[in-house]
Nanobody
Framework: QVQLVESGGGLVQAGGSLRLSCVAS????????MGWYRQAPGKQRELVAT???????NYVDSVKGRFTISRDNAKNTVDLQMNSLNYEDTAVYYC??????????WGQGTQVTVSS
């Protein structure tokens, strides 16, 4: 099992920045990829950004150039720096870890609200 704990959500004005952090514990050695997903009211959960253990990064098009994902393998953390936030970024953000056999783990979620 892998446990994920997020922090860093909150309320920010449009154009502002927030940084989300996630720390993993448990069967860390089984993790091959970590990342962030989000779910806005009335919408499906969507991938925001992922990073593999080897450092390969993927972003959804809507956040490219504004969000930066980073990972510290020694500390078992993955961060999401979010700049130039806009109203459409409002959502609950979930930390995700994918382990062997594509098993997925989720954090409890942290709310990000961008006021226009």
């Amino acid at each position: 099992q892998v446990q994920l704990v997020e922090s860093g959500g909150g309320l920010v004005q449009a154009g502002g920045s927030l940084r989300l952090s996630c720390v993993a514990s448990g069967r860390i050695a089984s993790i091959v990829r970590m990342g962030w997903y989000r779910q806005a009211p009335g919408k499906q959960r969507e991938l925001v950004a992922t990073i593999t253990t080897g450092g390969m990064i993927n972003y959804v098009d809507s956040v490219k150039g504004r969000f930066t994902i980073s990972r510290d393998n020694a500390k078992n953390t993955v961060d999401l720096q979010m700049n130039s936030l806009n109203y459409e970024d409002t959502a609950v953000y979930y930390c995700n870890a994918m382990g062997t056999w594509s098993r997925e783990y989720w954090g409890q979620g942290t709310q990000v609200t961008v006021s226009s």
